[in-house]
């Protein structure tokens, strides 16, 4: 399995900017994804990172350092519809054999923006 | 709408009763996963299917038994569960393999069970 350490919680206001912070540690790192959940859906891919450096999607944008083990997604010019749980989650090589990698999650980081 | 369909949304079933839920992915990938999202914890990935063979199962108990019979659907059939199992159930699904790099999975709704 896989290591893999957020915060729970964390608070911001419209507008804003946030950095959500993840570290793993992992036997065969294959990739680094975020999702966003909001309550009573379906998690929702937002960014993938496989090689180090920054991956910029619009207001969203995914960082990876292999060699430290850490990941963030920095959310830019919040917005109400922002507050949901931020996924952080780690694909690896699969078992011996097979050509799938496995996804492991976080616990979730609940953001809530204010007004 | 995410391509990935599960039913039913919401399932309350007695410690004796057999259920199962249905999961649909009109996406054309190859392969499909159980997920257990508890209140408080992390995904917790039960089961992992490509090319409707079965290439993961994570210590899940087997009051838990899953079936794909295509590369479309995947089932996962409930035998006399326990209020600890309570919780959402969420299927995905990717297209992978060795020739491709990752990409990422598609989640369907969940259906949220609870065991009384």
């Known amino acids: 399995g896989q290591n893999i350490d957020q915060p729970t919680e964390m608070t911001a206001t419209e507008g804003a900017i946030v950095q959500i912070n993840c570290t793993y540690q992992?036997?065969?790192?294959?990739?680094l994804f975020w999702y966003q959940q909001h309550a009573g859906e379906a998690p929702t891919f937002l960014s993938y990172?496989?090689?180090?450096g920054l991956e910029e999607k619009g207001r969203f944008s995914s960082f990876l350092s292999r060699s430290k083990g850490y990941s963030y997604l920095l959310l830019k010019e919040l917005q109400m519809k922002d507050s949901a749980s931020y996924l952080c989650?780690?694909?690896?090589?699969?078992?011996?054999?097979?050509?799938?990698?496995?996804?492991?999650f976080g616990r979730g980081t609940q953001l809530t923006v204010w007004p | 709408e995410t391509g990935v369909t599960q039913t039913p949304r919401h399932l309350v079933m007695g410690m004796t009763n057999k259920k199962s839920l249905k999961c649909e992915q009109h996406?054309?990938?190859?392969?499909m996963y159980w997920y257990k999202q508890s209140a408080k914890k992390p995904l917790e990935l039960m089961f992992v299917?490509?090319?409707?063979?079965?290439?993961e199962n994570n210590s899940v108990p087997s009051r838990f038994s899953p079936e794909c019979p295509n590369s479309s659907h995947l089932f996962l059939h409930l035998h006399t569960l326990q209020p600890e199992d309570s919780a959402l159930y969420l299927c995905?699904?990717?297209?992978?393999?060795?020739?491709?790099?990752?990409?990422?999975?598609?989640f369907g709704q969940g259906t949220r069970l609870t065991v009384v």
């Open positions: 995905a699904s990717s297209q992978d393999g060795p020739s491709r790099g990752n990409t990422e999975a598609f």
């Open positions: 989650a780690v694909r690896d090589h699969g078992p011996r054999g097979s050509t799938l990698g496995r996804l492991y």
């Open positions: 996406l054309g990938h190859n392969a």
């Open positions: 992992t036997s065969g790192f294959n990739g």
């Open positions: 990172n496989v090689l180090d």
């Open positions: 299917y490509s090319l409707e063979e079965r290439v």
